[in-house]
Protein backbone atom coordinates (compact mmCIF):
# COMPACT_ATOMS: atom_id res chain seq x y z
CA UNK A 1 0.00 0.00 0.00
CA UNK A 2 1.32 3.23 -1.11
CA UNK A 3 2.01 6.41 1.84
CA UNK A 4 -0.74 8.23 0.01
CA UNK A 5 -3.42 5.76 0.36
CA UNK A 6 -2.08 5.38 4.01
CA UNK A 7 -2.38 9.15 4.78
CA UNK A 8 -6.36 8.31 4.16
CA UNK A 9 -7.07 6.04 6.44
CA UNK A 10 -8.46 7.06 10.09
CA UNK A 11 -5.97 6.07 13.03
CA UNK A 12 -7.95 2.76 13.90
CA UNK A 13 -7.76 1.56 10.28
CA UNK A 14 -4.29 2.48 10.92
CA UNK A 15 -3.73 0.36 14.01
CA UNK A 16 -5.67 -2.80 12.40
CA UNK A 17 -3.36 -2.83 9.52
CA UNK A 18 -0.41 -2.37 11.46
CA UNK A 19 -2.29 -5.45 13.83
CA UNK A 20 -2.81 -7.47 10.52
CA UNK A 21 0.90 -6.91 9.08
CA UNK A 22 2.48 -7.73 12.32
CA UNK A 23 0.63 -10.96 12.51
CA UNK A 24 1.69 -11.74 8.82
CA UNK A 25 5.42 -10.56 9.79
CA UNK A 26 5.29 -13.23 12.61
CA UNK A 27 4.02 -16.15 9.95
CA UNK A 28 6.87 -15.48 7.88
CA UNK A 29 9.85 -15.23 9.92
CA UNK A 30 8.25 -18.84 11.06
CA UNK A 31 8.05 -19.77 7.81
CA UNK A 32 11.61 -19.10 7.13
CA UNK A 33 13.09 -20.77 10.25
CA UNK A 34 10.98 -24.37 9.27
CA UNK A 35 12.56 -23.30 5.65
CA UNK A 36 9.36 -23.32 4.06
CA UNK A 37 9.47 -19.31 2.82
CA UNK A 38 8.15 -18.83 -0.74
CA UNK A 39 8.97 -15.44 -1.27
CA UNK A 40 11.78 -13.87 0.89
CA UNK A 41 11.18 -10.25 -0.07
CA UNK A 42 7.80 -10.38 1.50
CA UNK A 43 9.47 -9.73 4.99
CA UNK A 44 10.97 -6.81 3.61
CA UNK A 45 8.50 -5.37 1.82
CA UNK A 46 6.08 -5.85 5.13
CA UNK A 47 8.62 -4.05 7.68
CA UNK A 48 8.78 -1.37 5.24
CA UNK A 49 4.74 -1.03 5.56
CA UNK A 50 4.62 -1.41 8.78
CA UNK A 51 7.61 1.40 9.28
CA UNK A 52 5.39 3.51 6.95
CA UNK A 53 2.12 3.34 9.52
CA UNK A 54 4.15 3.87 12.26
CA UNK A 55 5.44 7.15 10.81
CA UNK A 56 2.01 8.15 9.58
CA UNK A 57 0.57 7.72 13.27
CA UNK A 58 3.45 9.90 15.14
CA UNK A 59 3.05 12.40 12.43
CA UNK A 60 -0.72 12.54 13.04
CA UNK A 61 0.01 12.77 16.73
CA UNK A 62 2.02 15.67 16.64
CA UNK A 63 -0.65 17.74 15.17
Same mark, same amino acid.
Given at each position: ?17 E???S ?12 ? #??? !??? *??? %??? #??? !??? *??? %? ?6
Amino acid at each position: MKTKELRDKSHDELQTRERDLSEQLYKLRFQRATG #RME !APS *KVK %QVR #REI !ARI *KTL %QGEKARS
